[in-house]
């Protein structure tokens, strides 16, 4: 008498038929590599944090004219995209945690790819640590920039700019 395959074995993975008559109606069962899954979406993460940064650092590098009120809205959008990098991210730490990640094992994952430790500690506690936009480092690189391609006036305007963005709370 024949048995029903239960499984069977393709490039030395095993599939089982139940499995796969469930996946014709769009229903598959996969495995999770947490450590894998977590390395790869901190790309992202450090692709939406870098983007925060962008939108506030294109209004204070443009050579349109810019008062307080655009620096003020891009500011807030910046922080806002900020922080919804940061509340995804945490989601995606939170279920590595849940999938038996260690702390100390996401905190090696992060690293891994990039991420400072100052944000990873903000991940790990779910504490978003503060925005750092308009850093004196972005600051010296515009400035430079202005003052080659654009002379004085404008470089005198990035700086403003720059100070302006700092203060605003």
Known sequence: MLQPATTVKALGKEYDLSDEMMALIGWRASSLDAPTALYYRSFDFADQ???????????????????????ADAKEE????????FKQMQRIVQSGRNAGMTKEQVYRTLK?????????????????????????QTQVKAVAKAREIAGDEQTSEVLRRFQLARQLQ
């Open 49 to 71: 944090l870098q983007a925060a940064n962008s939108t506030l650092n294109k209004v204070l590098r443009s050579d349109n004219d810019v008062d307080e009120a655009d620096i």
């Open 112 to 136: 891994l790819s990039g991420v400072s430790s100052r944000n990873i500690s903000g991940l790990v506690s779910g504490n978003i640590p503060s925005m750092q936009a308009a850093t004196l």
């Open 78 to 85: 910046a922080q806002r995209q900020y922080d919804d990098a």
